[in-house]
């Protein structure tokens, strides 16, 4: 199998597309559509519409460019490759990672247990933050009063929210008005555990 097949098949996944799914919008049969993804044939004649459609380069399609973005540069040596998590949540033996085929470069120089989230809903868009942006998070127990941090909520899926704390309660902000804060007072402070300091957030164009 060719890189191009391998590339088609994992950026579909990756946008949870059937086969039929991606034809469908190429205005192609799945059967021409799968002899894309098994090397049959290189869809020439449907790069521009794929590369819209998987919001990559066409060279990165082709196997011409290692980067999914156009604009996109070798990293340089000082930088170190840290895996992107889909989803954390908080179970009896700590955090749960489920790990997506994907990797950010950061600073060497960055310190501490640093790992990248995508971030996922509008709760943020106050700060610029939107769903699908990535945010660098140095891995932590705890932050300081009003800092932004992914969080779990009584073991469920982590979130980016704005942390502040006050009189034995935990409030945690969002920066959309449609979501107001969430406070945590006395006992429910114990459902809320912090996974780490947002350092970072970067955008997806």
Same mark, same amino acid.
């Given at each position: 199998?060719?890189t ?29 559509y799968?002899?894309?993804e ?41 930088a170190r490759?840290?895996?992107?998590i889909?989803t954390v ?9 489920e ?13 501490g ?6 971030c996922?809903?509008?709760?943020? =868009?106050? +700060?610029?933050?939107?769903? /699908?942006?990535?945010?660098? %998070? #140095? ?12 969080v779990?909520?009584?073991g469920?899926?982590g979130?980016?929210?704005r ?9 945690l ?10 406070v945590?007072?006395?006992?429910? =402070?114990? +459902?809320?555990?912090?996974? /780490?300091?947002?350092?970072? %957030? #970067?955008?997806?164009?």
């Amino acid at each position: 199998m060719n890189t191009t097949a391998i590339r088609l098949r994992k950026l579909r996944e990756r946008e949870k597309l059937s086969q039929g799914e991606v034809a469908q919008k190429l205005g192609i049969s799945r059967t021409a559509y799968v002899k894309y993804e098994t090397g049959e044939s290189r869809p020439v004649r449907k790069l521009n519409e794929l590369s819209r459609l998987f919001h990559v380069s066409a060279d990165y399609i082709m196997g011409m460019s290692n980067y999914p973005l156009s604009n996109e540069i070798a990293p340089p040596a000082e930088a170190r490759k840290i895996p992107i998590i889909g989803t954390v949540t908080c179970g009896p033996n700590g955090f749960a990672y489920e790990y997506l085929d994907g990797y950010v470069y950061i600073d060497d120089c960055t310190h501490g247990d640093i790992r990248a989230f995508h971030c996922k809903g509008d709760s943020m =868009t106050g +700060l610029g933050i939107f769903d /699908g942006d990535i945010a660098i %998070v #140095r891995i932590q127990p705890e932050v300081e009063n009003g800092e932004l941090a992914v969080v779990t909520i009584n073991g469920d899926e982590g979130t980016l929210k704005r942390v502040r704390k006050q009189d034995h309660m935990i409030i945690l902000e969002s920066a959309n008005p449609n979501y107001p804060p969430r406070v945590f007072a006395g006992e429910e =402070t114990n +459902l809320v555990h912090i996974v /780490g300091k947002v350092i970072e %957030v #970067r955008k997806k164009f």
